[in-house]
């Protein structure tokens, strides 16, 4: 009975665990595992911006152009050529997906961050929206800011 308890506590852990993992794949390559302790690590960034019901929030977390970095996908000196037809497929627990051009998370086209977030007003997410939600400050309509994020791609787009 004991023996039983114990495995079935197992279970419930390791479903807590792999809840809050998100998986980053770059092409064919493996993917990278990311928890929030991995994700707490890497460089955040702070912005305002309100949600979806109008109220004024900060949201913390890691730009996607540095998450991509930490699974070895840079973006490169300069996009171009075949790095144009690349994208990136953001995928939610739900299956609601969303897609970003790479031009869109580089600091060096553009102002308004893509921010994979791990925090808001200080707290972590709760699980209706993490514990990873996409945040895109400018952005008017917040269609792309994907709540319960489980999976990026990089994924370059067919030749037709
Ligand atoms: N996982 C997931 N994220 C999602 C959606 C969804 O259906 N599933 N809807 C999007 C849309 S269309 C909007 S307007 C906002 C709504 O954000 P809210 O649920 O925090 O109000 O979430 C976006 N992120
Ligand atoms: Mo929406």
């Given at each position: 009975m004991k023996t039983l308890l114990r495995s079935w506590l197992f279970l419930l852990l390791s479903i807590a665990a792999h809840a809050a993992e998100l998986s980053v794949k770059v092409g064919d390559a493996e993917a990278v595992k990311l928890t929030a302790e991995d994700l707490e690590l890497l460089p955040h960034q702070t912005v305002k911006a309100k949600d979806h019901g109008g109220q004024e929030a900060e949201w913390t977390g890691v730009p996607l152009y540095q998450v991509l970095q930490h699974a070895g996908f840079s973006l490169g000196d300069s996009l171009r050529g075949v790095a144009l037809a690349r994208y990136v497929l953001v995928t939610a627990a739900d299956g609601y997906r969303a897609v970003y051009a790479l031009p869109e998370l580089d600091p060096r086209c553009t102002d308004d961050p893509v921010i994979l977030v791990d925090a808001m007003n200080g707290q972590a997410l709760d699980a209706k929206q993490g514990p990873f939600r996409m945040v895109l400050?400018?952005?008017?309509?917040?269609?792309?800011?994907?709540?319960?994020?489980v999976k990026i791609e990089v994924l370059t787009a067919p030749a037709s």
């Amino acid at each position: 009975m004991k023996t039983l308890l114990r495995s079935w506590l197992f279970l419930l852990l390791s479903i807590a665990a792999h809840a809050a993992e998100l998986s980053v794949k770059v092409g064919d390559a493996e993917a990278v595992k990311l928890t929030a302790e991995d994700l707490e690590l890497l460089p955040h960034q702070t912005v305002k911006a309100k949600d979806h019901g109008g109220q004024e929030a900060e949201w913390t977390g890691v730009p996607l152009y540095q998450v991509l970095q930490h699974a070895g996908f840079s973006l490169g000196d300069s996009l171009r050529g075949v790095a144009l037809a690349r994208y990136v497929l953001v995928t939610a627990a739900d299956g609601y997906r969303a897609v970003y051009a790479l031009p869109e998370l580089d600091p060096r086209c553009t102002d308004d961050p893509v921010i994979l977030v791990d925090a808001m007003n200080g707290q972590a997410l709760d699980a209706k929206q993490g514990p990873f939600r996409m945040v895109l400050p400018k952005e008017r309509r917040h269609f792309r800011w994907v709540r319960q994020v489980v999976k990026i791609e990089v994924l370059t787009a067919p030749a037709s």
